[in-house]
């Protein structure tokens, strides 16, 4: 799967072309006020991409980064986050799979229409969010009870975790800001990620493979190009193929990182065409997650 972050500048035919023409089997992308859905789902089906899509966060959720202030000013992500309530019933009541926030998994409107379908609901991502919070342990107690109960004795239990390697971090040291991560040992780093890794993997349907370089702050240090920054995605990668974890794994790129020249948000028309690194993230996942 490619993680599909907003790009206001660039016409949303000509990412998902460039996002079959790499070889990606899906599609993530992040509801928004403005998301089409069924313009979306024409779309991907037209490519033979597989559609996920994502809670969005909000400019409240994420106001220490620039790119939220221009993303809200445009009308991309909202202010805040009251309006997801009707943003996520939409796609999972249409079978849509819905990966959204872990104190989503607090409140029972989100866990029934996650038990709903076995194989079309909800995902709940390990992250923080600023302004609601859910202890990691009290999360894993509330998989367990969603494991046990949607189980039978013919089947397989659904799996209802995205496991994002960077937000699981941040949520380990405190909240929202991969720079805090400056003050810890690699070693640490590797401890902690491999770790929670451990303690979910049986939960994870799918990986959200992330990077970061925490010295270069909250704004660019965040989902840099996979294999150059300061997380052990290697490790991981190897550390997956031992527990024999099998699932989707979705690389996340922010756009600033992505392209072969720098991305302005606005000020270009549908005929600019930037190349995009498509190719190489394809690539640096298959050679984290296949060795």
Known sequence: MAGATAIPALPLEYVLDEVAGAGFQ????????????????????????????HECWSVKNGSSHLFNWVAGALGVIPWNTDHMDTQVRLPLEVGQRFIAYAHRILTSEYTDLADRNLDKGILFQTCQVSDRYIGIAEFIEKLERLRNGDISMSQEPRRYVAFDTMQYLE??????????????RDADISQMLLEGFHSLHKHTEEIHLCDAIPDIGNGHGRNVMLDTGKLPLRAFGQFCRNLGWKGYVTPEIHPHHLFHQPLPVVGFGTRFRPKMKLDEVLNRTREIMEG
């Open 26 to 53: 899906g599609v993530e992308a992040i509801t928004t006020p403005k998301t089409d859905l069924n313009r979306l789902e024409k779309l991907t089906d037209e490519r033979n991409l597989e559609l996920r899509l």
């Open 171 to 184: 949520w380990c040291t405190g909240g929202i800001g991969v720079s805090r991560l400056s003050g810890y």
